[in-house]
């Protein structure tokens, strides 16, 4: 069984740009949710997706947006990088059945705004 | 919206004690309660979850407990080992789309 992976590992960019962070599900999972950390909290939850579509959201402005492919695996897009957007974004990844509740996390990547 | 509370934020035990983590949360619809840990530079590992329709689940030396009515869950580690020193997240599932709501962290160290 292949676990949850993500790309890139680390990432440094500049306030104003866009950024896009890619996640795998682990095999045989069909959803996919996307969770930010800041240093020293517990993850915040952005969005789920589910069959391609986003399938719930929290508390994230627009510019954070994402998808879902066919094969599960997502992507997470940020616009107009801000300065408080440094942080570990991490995705979990959760089998058919579950209602998305058993999460299994990735390693995350870690974004650095300057 | 959910609220996690999870306390203590630090705990320092010697190895071979228990470790006790407790959270609070406030909608008692929530039906779902992992737990995670995560060392440092790593991701989160899901090492235990419970259920509402359930009291008590035990893993090896891993164990938690729910109470509904009271709207608390604790995590139980016995005979702890340096090994089990990491940050400790509680956790709730929201009643729609799989959003999992995270309390604070409990910053957890075994003494050798």
């Known amino acids: 069984e292949t676990g949850v992976t993500q790309s890139p590992t680390h990432l440094i960019k500049t306030r104003g740009q866009q950024v896009t962070l890619r996640c795998s599900s682990q095999s045989g999972h069909n959803t996919v949710s996307w969770y930010q950390q800041a240093l020293g909290q517990g993850p915040q939850f952005i969005f789920q997706?589910?069959?391609?579509?986003?399938?719930g959201r929290g508390n994230f402005p627009p510019r954070f947006s994402g998808l879902q492919f066919p094969n599960y695996s997502s992507e997470l897009n940020v616009n107009a990088l801000e300065l408080d957007d440094s942080a570990l974004y991490l995705c979990?990844?959760?089998?058919?059945?579950?209602?998305?509740?058993?999460?299994?996390f990735g390693p995350g990547t870690r974004l650095t705004v300057t | 919206g959910e609220n996690v509370e999870q306390h203590p934020s630090t705990l320092s035990v010697q190895e071979g004690d228990s470790a006790v983590i407790k959270c609070t949360y406030s909608?008692?619809?929530?039906?779902?309660f992992p737990w995670y840990k995560q060392e440092l530079g790593k991701r989160p590992q899901l090492i235990i979850d419970?259920?509402?329709?359930?009291g008590e689940k035990k893993d090896q030396r891993i164990a938690v407990t729910l109470n509904k009515t009271a709207k608390h869950f604790s995590l139980h580690i016995t005979e702890t080992q340096p090994e089990d020193s990491a940050v400790y997240f509680c956790a709730v599932l929201g009643t729609s789309y799989g959003k999992l709501t995270f309390g604070q962290g409990t910053i957890l160290t075994v003494h050798p």
């Open positions: 979990a990844s959760s089998r058919p059945g579950t209602g998305g509740d058993e999460q299994y």
């Open positions: 419970i259920r509402s329709n359930v």
């Open positions: 997706y589910y069959r391609e579509e986003e399938n």
């Open positions: 909608d008692s619809a929530s039906n779902y």
